[in-house]
């Protein structure tokens, strides 16, 4: 993806020079208190207008080895670019508006449907504009939660470095260019260093970024990077591996086509064993 | 309720009461006229732009640009079967021919619209008949499923107006249909049963009337 706002606030640390250093695997050099770095960041949070592109159109290598010169959230870069798009996003919504917003997506929908065709006063159409808004409101409410509020609790300090796995996450998601669903299953996988998450907050954080207008590659981006953020882990992965209705009920028509997407962050990316032993164990039989 | 249309009946639709169905499918059938889409495009541009905005996403970025108008297109589209009418897709493709035995066409994958909350509900429609002197192009029946699903439905109705159509077109011994579907509504929203399926079957005539037909359709359409 191209476009987008390009940021143009760089974080303090970046100023000084370092040199990308390929084929070393990130792992934090000093132990960070999570605690602590929330209420930095909180205190840093930036508002910028939404610019999600920003996020994807960074390079994901700087991303990685910035991981090794800054702890904690408050410092990361790819927290600050995070800032430009994602946070503007993350709580672009607020839940309480929900209800004030209903009367015009109403409306509009029953502008939809009366362009389509279809007489809006029979009995099986009567209510279907305020059930739409509401059903439309429920596809995209990944827009007012973060995932800062979710993972907070569920952090805790254990000595496990070997892999953990999530796989088979049922993933519901709305195509951002045709507003029509698309679904299946993310595998998930990180390496821990020193810090686990409780497992069914690996499927709340996809939960969080599904339930928006999406494209499978950003989403697939996005689940990668908040886990690795939040964990600071040896690595993570993300396969995600989709049905796009928009190829199969409209379009080209492909009905068994599926569309797969991964990220790799970490040991994942820059060791292949470690890449082959995820893939090898999430493979469905 | 529904009763089975008899052949006197079937001749001389405009003489005889018309069932709510058949008001329905009247109004339905080419309420839309494919010349006017283009032109309805701005207003639903427009509609789709108001969604967009309310539900707290920025409709200047990149992704969002266009997706008005691919999304007014796509439902155009997904409710292409409101300027369908069955008269015009099956006059040419019925034979007469001397077969009386049981013509079945299963598995045709559907996809349709929930016309409660307007999220997709797809599935594989079999459709069985028996024909009396007349059968249909095979391809025919899978048209007349795509005309009925590509319209904002609610499954038992779709069921009950493929076998319609069928019964009317051909006045075949009996016509059974069974549609086995997922309705992303509850899937994706609401209760979020991921594997619940909805099946709905409409038989008339002598699938109605016999058990033992209506068990040799329903065993010859069980996957194997």
């Known amino acids: 993806m191209t476009g987008g706002r390009v940021p143009t606030v760089r974080h303090k640390a970046e100023a000084t020079s370092h040199h990308h250093q390929p084929g070393i695997s990130f792992r934090p050099t000093r132990k960070s208190d999570f605690a602590d770095t929330v209420q930095q960041q909180v205190k840093h949070r930036r508002r910028q207008p939404a610019s999600m592109n920003g996020v994807c159109n960074q390079s994901m290598v700087t991303g990685v080895t910035d991981f090794q010169r800054f702890n904690g959230f408050a410092e990361h870069p790819a927290e600050s670019k995070k800032a430009m798009g994602q946070r503007a996003l993350d709580t672009s919504r607020k839940e309480s508006e929900d209800e004030s917003k209903l009367p015009a997506l109403e409306a509009a929908y029953v502008t939809i449907l009366r362009g389509l065709g279809e007489n809006t006063d029979r009995q099986g159409l009567l209510k279907t504009p305020l059930r739409a808004a509401k059903a439309m409101q429920f596809l995209t409410k990944g827009y007012h939660e973060t995932v800062y509020d979710i993972l907070n609790d569920a952090i805790f300090d254990e000595n496990h470095e070997e892999m953990v796995i999530v796989k088979d996450i049922d993933m519901f998601s709305l195509c951002e260019h045709h507003l029509v669903p698309f679904f299946g299953k993310v595998h998930i996988g990180y390496i821990p260093s020193k810090k686990v998450v409780g497992l069914s907050k690996l499927a709340r954080v996809v939960e969080i970024y599904s339930r928006r207008l999406q494209v499978q590659e950003r989403l697939t981006k996005q689940i990668a990077m908040a886990i690795s953020e939040a964990l600071q882990p040896i690595g993570v992965a993300v396969v995600i591996e989709a049905a796009h209705m928009c190829m199969v009920m409209r379009g080209v028509q492909k009905m068994n086509s599926r569309t797969v997407t991964s990220a790799m962050l970490g040991m994942f990316r820059d060791d292949p064993k470690t890449r082959e032993e995820f893939l090898a164990l999430t493979k469905n039989k | ?224």
């Open chain 2, 1 to 224: 309720s529904e009763s089975v249309p008899s052949e006197d009946h079937l001749r001389t639709r405009r003489s005889v009461k018309k069932s709510a169905l058949q008001d329905l499918q009247d109004h339905q059938e080419q309420s839309r006229k494919l010349s006017e889409d283009e032109s309805n495009l701005p207003a639903l541009q427009a509609a789709y732009r108001t969604i967009l905005r309310g539900l707290g996403e920025d409709t200047e970025r990149q992704g969002l640009a266009r997706t008005p108008l691919r999304a007014a297109r796509a439902m155009q589209f997904l409710t292409k079967g409101y300027h369908e009418s069955v008269f015009d897709t099956l006059n040419d493709a019925i034979f007469d021919e001397d077969h009386d035995e049981m013509v079945i066409v299963k598995d045709t994958d559907m996809f349709s619209l929930c016309e409660h909350h307007l999220v997709p509900f797809y599935g594989k429609v079999h459709i069985g008949y028996l024909p009396r002197k007349k059968v249909v192009g095979l391809s025919k029946l899978a048209r007349i499923v795509e005309i009925y699903s590509r319209r904002l439905q609610v499954q038992e109705r779709l069921s009950k107006q493929i076998a319609v159509a069928i019964f009317e077109a051909l006045q075949p011994e009996g016509v059974a249909v069974v549609i086995e579907a997922t309705h992303m509504c509850m899937v994706m929203r609401g209760v979020q049963k991921i594997n619940s399926r909805t099946v709905t079957s409409t038989m008339l005539g002598v699938f109605r009337e016999d058990p033992k037909t209506r068990e040799e359709f329903l065993s010859l359409i069980k996957s194997s």
